[in-house]
């Protein structure tokens, strides 16, 4: 599975983003697909992802404020009333079942810098 994620960039803040992933490879058996982000000097944390067949899950800090959505292949993040604090390197993850082992993917990252 390959994962090629679009759409970060710099707004300012109160500003909106919407981020885009798409799986390409052996995307049959995807049953979570979300975004993770990570800023300088922390970890990675998740901040929303989608189970099948479409439970959604969010950080506390982006309830209200992100979205997430996916479309077969495809998931996005609208990104509304952006913080300075959102700024982060945002990574799209999928993870697959298959014969009882579970296997995760990582997309390139893309940034998102929120100005103040």
């Known amino acids: 599975v390959q994962l090629q994620a679009s759409g970060g960039g710099l707004v300012n803040s109160g500003g909106s983003l919407r981020l885009s992933c798409t799986a390409s490879g052996s995307t049959f058996s995807i049953n979570v697909m979300g975004w993770y982000r990570q800023a300088p000097g922390k970890q990675r944390e998740m901040v929303a992802r989608i189970i099948s067949p479409g439970s959604a899950e969010y950080e506390d800090s982006v309830k209200g404020r992100f979205t997430i959505s996916r479309d077969r292949d495809t998931v996005n993040l609208q990104m509304n009333s952006l913080k300075p604090e959102d700024t982060a390197v945002y990574y799209c993850?999928?993870?697959?079942?298959?014969?009882?082992?579970?296997?995760?993917?990582w997309g390139q990252g893309t940034q998102v810098t929120v100005s103040s």
């Open positions: 993850k999928a993870q697959r079942m298959w014969v009882g082992n579970r296997y995760d993917y």
